[in-house]
């Protein structure tokens, strides 16, 4: 697990998004709020299948989950990561609803004996009833609302035209996509400039 889609691999999928450390981010950017009307990237059962395959790799296994309950979670993640970013509190329906869904399906920690030695791996326990990887999005946003110095680091992409967030792991990243977002918005500054001489 945690092989990341590559941003390559998402844009060709119809995915703008940029393959984020963090899957609930990935998950969270299925939805362009920026547009009039919003567009959904998972509304349809392919495209939620789609999404899914390309981020297998660093989900746990297990089916594919309801969309109801996919759009379920990306909306509480939404709330929750909004309010950081505007500095208010997230509304309590969010923070029940990612509790929930991390409590769904609780995990253990166990030893594995590997070609490397021994190795610490988490093991979900789905049997309660949830489903392992919506639990383990609910639970990355859950640790990243609880680490400061990582919360400091959640942006917004400095597109007006775009809403997707990410993780700046440099203090000079603005933009989801550097060679779209930054290049449109670079592009769009330019011709302002040029039409105006």
Known sequence: MSMSPSVEDLLAAGFAMGGERLAALDLVDTQLL????????????EQLANWWSLQSGRLPAGPVPDGAAVRRLRAAIREVLDAHLTNRLPSATSVDDLNAAVAGAPQSLRMVVSDDGLQAEIRW??????????????????????????????????????????????KRRQWCIGSRCGNRTRVARHYEKTRQS
């Open 34 to 45: 920026a547009v009039t009307p919003p567009v959904d990237l998972i509304e349809t059962p």
């Open 125 to 170: 326990h789905p049997e309660y009833g949830g489903n392992a990887a919506l639990a383990m999005m609910a639970r990355e946003t859950i640790e990243l609302m609880a680490d400061p110095a990582r919360l400091e680091t959640l942006k917004r992409c400095a597109n007006p035209n775009c809403s997707m967030l990410f993780l700046a792991e440099h």
